[in-house]
């Protein structure tokens, strides 16, 4: 693959994970095998925070020591957006992709948004499951899905920003470009990436949203009532600290 097209650009894949040890195993062979088969030099940056069961001895066995992937501890949990800016901050290649530690969105899929980032030289490409390109292939459930179109609707009505899905676990960033903003990012739990977004387009970094492959897997961490009201709150945060 050319240069041009992402073959061989380095990549930062940084994965939250807390309580993960059921699913991030299959996730953690999976981006191995992807980056030993399409030849990309990549570091994966796993960031646990205080997970009570065997996320961090699964993931330190499957990563292994003295090669480029690693996971960062921490004691007390802080949350989804406290972790991926730990991890964000520690990532050391030209491109950084968060992803989630489910994989909905399959990792091969950065290849695309690579080469959306790179042709239309933007700093920020973030994964959509609601645009007419988007491949959902198995759906949140009822509940779960109505929440996240509620929180777009809502978040559109108090911050403004003109993106259908600003939640997608599937995100690439130029290192370089976000680093500056990462210090100034408050928000720890899921409402993260509005604050980000926000952040990046009032610096007058080019972002779009690109759709992509999406499969809901068991094991959500969002917890139905306690979560949508702290976002809630955060997105009133986000929007008094303008
Ligand atoms: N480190 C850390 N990661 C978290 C925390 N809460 C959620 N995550 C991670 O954030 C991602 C969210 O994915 P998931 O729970 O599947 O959310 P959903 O698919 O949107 O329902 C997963 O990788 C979680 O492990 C947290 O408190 N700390
Ligand atoms: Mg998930």
Redesign the pocket.
């Known amino acids: 693959m050319p240069e041009r097209h992402g073959g061989t650009v380095g990549l930062s894949i940084v994965?939250?994970?807390?309580?993960?040890a059921g699913?991030?195993a299959a996730s953690l062979r999976a981006i191995l095998e992807y980056l030993e088969a399409a030849g990309r030099d990549g570091e994966i940056i796993v960031?646990?925070?205080?997970?009570h069961d065997a996320t961090v001895e699964m993931v330190s066995g499957i990563l292994g020591e003295g090669g480029p992937h690693r996971i960062l501890t921490?004691r007390a949990?802080?949350?989804?957006g406290?972790?991926?800016r730990e991890g964000a901050l520690a990532a050391t290649r030209p491109w950084t992709l968060l992803?989630?530690?489910?994989l909905?969105t399959p990792i091969a899929e950065v290849d695309r948004l690579l080469m959306v980032a790179m042709e239309g030289e933007l700093d920020l490409v973030m994964g959509s499951r609601a645009l007419a390109g988007s491949r959902i292939g198995v759906y949140?459930g009822w509940l779960?899905r109505n929440m996240?179109r509620s929180f777009n609707l809502v978040m559109r009505a108090i911050i403004g920003l003109p993106f259908k899905d600003t939640?997608c676990?599937f995100k690439l960033w130029r290192t370089a470009s976000i680093r500056p903003l990462l210090g100034r990012l408050t928000i720890?739990?899921?409402a993260w990436d509005v604050e980000l977004l926000v952040l990046a387009r009032r610096a007058g970094l080019s972002l779009a949203e690109v759709p992509v492959e999406w499969n809901?897997?068991e094991?959500?961490?969002?917890a139905m009532v306690a979560d949508p009201l702290r976002m809630l709150r955060d997105l009133v945060r986000i929007r008094l600290r303008r």
Not at 47 to 51: F, I, K, P, R, Y
Not at 77 to 80: C, L, S
Not at 99 to 102: K, L, P, V
């Open positions: 994965i939250p994970a807390f309580n993960e699913r991030i960031v646990d925070d205080g997970s921490g949990n802080r949350g989804k406290f972790s991926v992803s989630d530690a489910d909905s949140q779960r996240g939640q676990g720890d739990g899921f809901d897997v094991g959500s961490k969002v």
